[in-house]
């Protein structure tokens, strides 16, 4: 080897041990700043427990008691809806529009046929859904909330108007 590269390869060697001796200061300055003095943490032996104890415990034995808030009173009952109320807050939707085939409030050709098939079918449809050869009925409509009997009282109004 020439004298040369031995200077080139001491200065090199000397270079990078300055610099990661500088990394390591850093770092390690750095962990106590990031990692919130978590070298000035409590590690005793129950503090480590308690720190790596699971979220959950497997319950093998008798059930555990669990207390149960008392039950809040059950709210008033509501009016059920009137039909054109229902009809004016979810019907409106499909059947003002034509949406999905949807037929529309007083159009008697479109409802025609669905009349033909009885009231009983038609609010069975309203309630479970129907899908047809010109249109589809999602189950309860647009009203996800409304009970059975608000559903029958939108179908007779629906109807009363295709009459």
Known sequence: MSQETNTYFGTSVIVLVVVGALAALILNLMSGV????AATADMSAAAVEARIKPVGQMNTGAPIAVAVAPAA?????AAARSGDAVYNASCVACHGTGAAGAPKLGDKAA???????GMDTLVKHSINGFQGKTGVMPPRGTCGTCSD????????????KAK
């Open 34 to 37: 990031v990692g919130g003095g």
């Open 73 to 77: 009173a059950a709210p008033a009952a």
């Open 111 to 117: 409802w025609g046929d669905r009349l033909a098939q």
């Open 149 to 160: 009997a608000e559903l029958k009282a939108a179908v007779e109004f629906m109807v009363s």
